[in-house]
């Protein structure tokens, strides 16, 4: 595969691709240039017939860090910009669902934000025990929009998944476990990865029919459960995004460091 990205890599081996996120000196954040990247990196591996499963991994200690305040402020005064972010958004989330082959996530550190819908919409998660996993888009002012209503709510339920995106509040890897949420856990942060090449691997040496056939039956019940609401929330947290109440938080928040004129 070409290498044509600057936040993340992208390779294929004995049938397993392996996208990985490589800008651990700013946590891995998806910033204009990852949230631009990453979509483009899970269309290029849907579309090799090489790989039989895809592992996401990250360097550093945080999986992913999600957004950053400045982002979010320039989104709050730009629609383009806000347009541009629904889009990729829209495209993350529905090529994780979409993938034809399935995705295996290592989180070997925090995942926050959009980095938890990354972890949370894929089809086996791989995590350090004690990772930090949240979805704080609530204390922002912002809808969990870009993929927590769907991914949380598949995972843990419902009623689960409303108490942690309604508060915002972080749960461990080995609480996500025990709630649904994760499948596997790792003792280490370092076997995060191992474990979850090792699973693609497994999954690698099946007969691929069998394992396609059922990747898309469960994308089915994902869309048909959730495919809805995913993109009303993402709707909503445009609209929360471009007001007024977001840049009050934020000034609060970092005590008037991002204050916007």
């Known amino acids: 595969m070409p290498s044509e990205f600057s936040c993340l890599t992208v390779n294929v081996e004995d049938s397993v691709a392996h996208i990985r996120l490589i800008k651990p000196d700013v946590h891995n954040r998806f910033d204009d240039a990852l949230h631009s990247e990453f979509p483009r990196a899970l269309a290029q591996v849907a579309q090799d017939q090489q790989p039989a499963a895809l592992v996401i991994s990250s360097e550093g200690k945080s999986f992913s860090a999600g957004g950053n305040l400045d982002g979010v402020l320039v989104a709050n005064r730009s629609?383009?910009?806000?347009?541009?972010?629904?889009?990729?958004?829209?495209s993350i989330i529905n090529e994780l669902v979409n993938m034809p082959i399935p995705v295996i996530t290592a989180v070997q550190g925090a995942a926050i934000g959009l980095g938890a819908s990354v972890v949370t919409c894929s089809d086996i998660i791989v995590a350090w025990k004690d990772a930090k996993i949240a979805d704080p888009h609530v204390k922002l002012g912002l809808v969990a929009g870009d993929g927590g209503i769907l991914g949380w709510s598949q995972g843990m339920g419902v009623m689960r998944a409303k108490r942690y995106l309604l508060t915002g509040d972080a749960i461990t890897g080995a609480e996500a476990h025990a709630m649904g949420l994760v499948s596997d856990i790792v003792e280490n942060p370092e076997d995060a990865l191992p474990a979850a090449m090792a699973l693609a691997g497994q999954i690698a040496a099946l007969p691929r029919g069998g394992v396609r056939g059922t990747k898309r039956a469960f994308a089915r019940i994902t869309r048909n459960l959730y495919g809805a609401a995913f993109e009303l929330s993402l709707a909503y947290e445009m609209e929360t995004l471009a007001g007024e109440e977001v840049r009050e938080t934020i000034e609060k928040l970092t005590g008037g460091k991002h204050k916007i004129a």
């Open 79 to 90: 629609l383009e910009v806000r347009e541009r972010l629904r889009r990729e958004a829209l």
